[in-house]
């Protein structure tokens, strides 16, 4: 049980190096990083700087080439493939740049998805379902499919997913890329009223202005951290 | 706009064939083999469909025969007499010519050793009517066709073999059944009448002596006069047999002469198989390339990076195109050559089962078939193809930021492929379940057991002796002079000879009387009739049930005897005892009455499975006559194989002019005779067989295309927390789903077929059949998830991290 405050996210020494034949590409190099429960992180830095790497480490999707990784208090670090599946399921909520629903899904179904996979039950699936798009405001849009939805709406559609299992930790990768600024303004004021009411959240994110919104943002810059970083 | 495709593009797609070697073996794998398949069928089709007749005018030629209508409904297609064909051949007003045929066996003795060959007797002018003519010499005439012609026409074959190509063969003589005969030509080479292969054709007898009687046993061919239809030769025909049965009202009353075109008449029966054959065949061959169209179709997604890049760079969409359909125009190049020689081995295969069948790999010679082989392929690989070539044609540039493909394919498109895959699964599975009970029924056939032992037999048919001389009495000391040298053979246990050549429905019958039976009004009681040795059962093993067998003393001079089988004493003696019974063949006056003096079990010589009915066996030293048959037949403890050549070598020391037709284990025969249903259970087998295989593909084809369409929603799905194996099984039941749909009906559509079976088995189907089935369809489903797995693999390899690219 973690409380406000604790540290959610503990990285020690992290690496990630990408072998490609010959070529050795490193992404991360010793990112040491703590997020406190309840805190809003931004991970900002210029393309190619490995922001998009961290945050998929950070989202058990990838497995570092070094350092070790604590996620709530558990080594996560050397989790087998079919570990790290059932921690993503039920720890963590992505929000994705490209949105990801399923084209051939209802918004309904988009939002259960993750919770198939923890083996709930049908009418815990529809509760959850119905709270997480109350929350986004997209109740009205319960059996549309994503392409009869404007860009926003399905990236609003993707933060209900996320949130519908309840995750410790949100991580959003460029959550307003995809978007017009009228509708990531409005994807922001979600994702603050997500904060506000508790979530802990790791945005990676080019924006100033929305890295602002943080509590605290952290440089990357050739795969380190360009500034100390700490608890805010 | 449309580009031609040249050598510089095949060679690039050859190339970047070999870059995909899994997607290019499997491709022309699959163009191979159906390219096989179909022309081979296409050879056969060819042969008997589509080919005109190898005669002159062939349209004109019809087939001519009587009916001897046996009820008012039952209608007896019977050949002709002597008389009429003597009578439509001189006095037709609608017909051309008429000529008559008869096949037969020879011996052919003389330069070089006794052989017995395939013969046929000829009215003159057959050949000319048909437009053959001969090599060397001439044909028969007119004056020819009495008994003491001693002519002969022979085969390009004989002429080579036995005369070595002499230019001077036409001053030589040939010694046919013992009489020397004049050859008076020579056919070229690969001739036939009506598809039955003879080496030498002798002079029908139609002399006023022959003309007489209710024999009718020839085949006869007229050529219509130009302008007359099928109308008037009937009435025409009828007008002749009615003439003929003011004249002999007894033999021709009720006989109707029934004119059918020659093709019709030669090939009708063939069309219906092959036409189904050609049907099922295309329809495979289309699966297949639908198949491999989803393969080609998963291939272009694969590949669409590059095809994008191509068209960033200023490809026009018409050289993309071209380059997927030379990749086709390459894989019928490579596939050809397989192809070719795939159908030749089926070909060889279809006839090394069943001999009767009139097209081989030769067929493979035929320029219009050779084009068939390459129509195959080359619409083969095009179709393969196609689908990547049409996808290729429908990208756009505007996507090539985010290649990897985000599409996750339409419901539409899923639903029509999952509806083909169930189709061709109910297919296969009706398919294999009938090949596997034709393969039971095959097993079934040769477990039963037939009246003798066929292990341990070897069996040597005689060409029949035409000596007419000969009595009862000479036929019956030369065949225990055979028997003696036989007999004295190292290795030979015992001989005998029996009236059967063993080959399927071969069958000799006589009409019988039975002593204080008299048969019903109008009918007339039959049997089928065997000249046998002494020692016939013995050899053959065969049970006696009651009484004796014959011995030593039967003979000419003592008292007449038969033995007769159970079915003859269940069936016609009804119940009353048969020892004791009197016998004897009916229609002929001086035919004694015959004591039967024992019972012996049922005996399958005409083929396994054919259920002969009521048999009577008579001592051949006793009764015999010159056209009853005789077979040695040799039993040893050891492999008859290795007797062939010592009974061979036997036989001629006591008779050296004795020709022998073959000499073979009585297994091997027993084997041929069920060569009709073997072929038949190959061919749905094979159907069986290519139908699983393009199922397999269509399944392995259907999950492979769904994993790499669905790359990004399998990363997405991981990301969100799907396990690799719920990801797997996830996969695995979109793919099979549709199989198993297909295959509940496939399971349904095989009752019917099963019951439609039943028309074409020698041994019924049962209930204890049904786990067989059962084991095919759970073999199915296996092989099923195993071609659904492989692919299926990849989807647990796909990186979730796939999901965090834009």
Redesign the interface.
Known sequence: MTTPGDALITLEGLGKTFLTDEVETRALVDVSLTVAVGEFVAISGPSGCGK?TL??IL?L??TPSAGRYRLAGEDVTGLT??ER??V???QIG?I???F?L???LTVEENVA??LT??GMTVTEQRERVADALARVGMSHRLKHYPAQLSGGQQQRVAVA?AVAGKPAILLA??PT??LDSANGEQVMALLAALHGAGSTICMVTHDPRYARLADREVHLFDGALAAPAGAA | MTRPIRAATLVHAARMLRRRPAFAGFALALVTVGAAAATAILAVAHATLLRPLPYRQPEALHDLAVDLRQSARVAQRSAISARELVAWRGASRTLAAVGGYAPTTVAVTGNGSAEAVAGMLVSAGLFELVGASPQLGREFRRDEEVATSAVAVISERLWATRFARDPAVLQRTLMVDNEARQIVGVMPARFSLFFQPADVWLPMVLSADRLRGPVRTFSAVGRLRPGVSAAQLATDLAQLEATLVQEEPDVYRGATPVATPLREALLGNQRATISILLVAVLLLVGIGAMNVAGLSAADAVAQQTTTMMRLALGAHPVHVMSLRVAEGAVLALLALPPALAGAALLLAAARALNPGLIVGPEALADLPVIAYAVGAVAVMGVLTMLPAALADARLEIASLA?AAS???GT?RERASRDVILGAQVAITVVLLVAATLLTRNLGALLDRWPGFEQRGVVVAPLAPSRAARETVQDRARRVERILAEVQQVPGVAHAATIQTRFVLNENMQSAIDIDGRPAEAGSQLTANIRHVSPAIFAVLKTRLVAGRTFDETDREGARVVAVVNESFARQLLAGAPPLGARIRRANRADAPWMDIVGVVEDVADAGAGVALGPTLYVSYLQQNTPTARVTVVARTPGDPAALADPVRRAIWRADPDQAIESTLPLEALVARSVAEPRLRAMLVGLFGASGLLLVLTGVHATTQHAVVRRT??IG???????????LLVDTLVGSVRPAIIGLGAGVVLAVPTVAGLQAYVREPVRPSDAPVVLLVVIVFVVLALIAAWLPARHA?RI???I????
């Open positions: 998009t945050l998929s989202g999707l990838d493939a079919t599946a059932r993503r399921n039920r992505f994705f740049q490209a990801n399923i084209g051939e998805l993750p996979y923890r997913r990768d460029e890329g995809n | 985010g985000k599409a996750t419901r990004r929603e997405i799905r991981s990301a969100l927390g799907a396990t690799p194996r719920s647990i990186s979730p991290t999901a965090m690219r834009a």
